[in-house]
């Protein structure tokens, strides 16, 4: 299912019970600001900014986006051959492949090893059905952290998403149980040619984990 998150965060802001995605476009232009979904290798979800002085009307769209994306069929028609030519044009990103290769060959069990953007095979066979599932199964409130910076008040945003999220249930949420790979014991390498006028060598390692507090030392 390798992409399937990637999919499923640029599908949220495509519709909800209330708003068409030209309606949401349309809205957020006016207050001159924008908004997306996002997904990353750990995470998955929706960012927005607009003008502080539209904080209530920008904050219900956002909302609408995180808890009651619809995903239409026309959308995900549309979004789906652009998803296609992104992974096809990786193979003339040099730099990208570099970096492909290496995970690909430091991780032989874990996740990591897989590219977020997925691969043709996997984005031409999604349905409308998977988006939906992984959308429920992982965007719910125990899974969650919202961030709001700016001109607001903590108080404004509390009163505000009260008064919006009542009935918001918290799901049942458990990370999913991801195997591990052990360091190499000795130096893996490996090639691919293309024909560019360029050579992109990635030499790397594992680190530590996300929870552990030498991470940042690392960094």
């Known amino acids: 299912t390798a992409g399937l998150s990637s999919f499923t965060g640029r599908m949220m802001t495509r519709g909800t019970g209330k708003h068409t995605a030209d309606d949401i476009a349309r809205e957020m232009d ?5 908004l997306s979904g ?3 290798r750990n995470s998955i979800g929706v960012r927005g900014e607009f003008l502080s002085r539209y904080f209530e009307r920008g904050m219900g769209i956002f909302l609408d986006t995180l808890t009651d994306a619809r995903f239409p069929q026309a959308e995900l028609d549309k979004e789906r051959p652009i998803v296609v030519e992104e992974i096809r044009n990786r193979e003339d990103d ?3 492949l570099a970096f492909e290769l290496f995970v690909q060959n430091l991780y032989k069990a874990h996740p990591y090893r897989f590219d977020p953007l997925g691969t043709e095979k996997n984005v031409l066979a999604f349905t409308r059905d998977n988006l939906v599932d992984f959308y429920k199964k992982y965007l719910v409130p125990a899974n969650m952290t919202l961030v709001v910076v700016g001109d607001v ?3 404004q945003v509390t009163a505000f998403l009260e008064d919006r999220i009542a009935g918001w ?10 195997p591990q790979d052990e360091p190499p014991k000795e130096p893996r390498t490996a090639y691919k040619y293309k024909e560019k006028e360029q ?3 990635v030499m790397g390692f594992m680190g530590t984990t996300v929870r552990d507090p030498g991470r940042y030392t690392l960094e």
């Open 153 to 155: 008040t903590p108080a």
């Open 38 to 40: 996002f997904s990353g």
């Open 94 to 96: 040099i730099s990208t």
């Open 199 to 201: 050579a992109h060598i």
């Open 169 to 178: 249930k918290p799901g049942d949420f458990a990370p999913p149980k991801v």
């Open 30 to 34: 006016s207050m001159a600001g924008g």
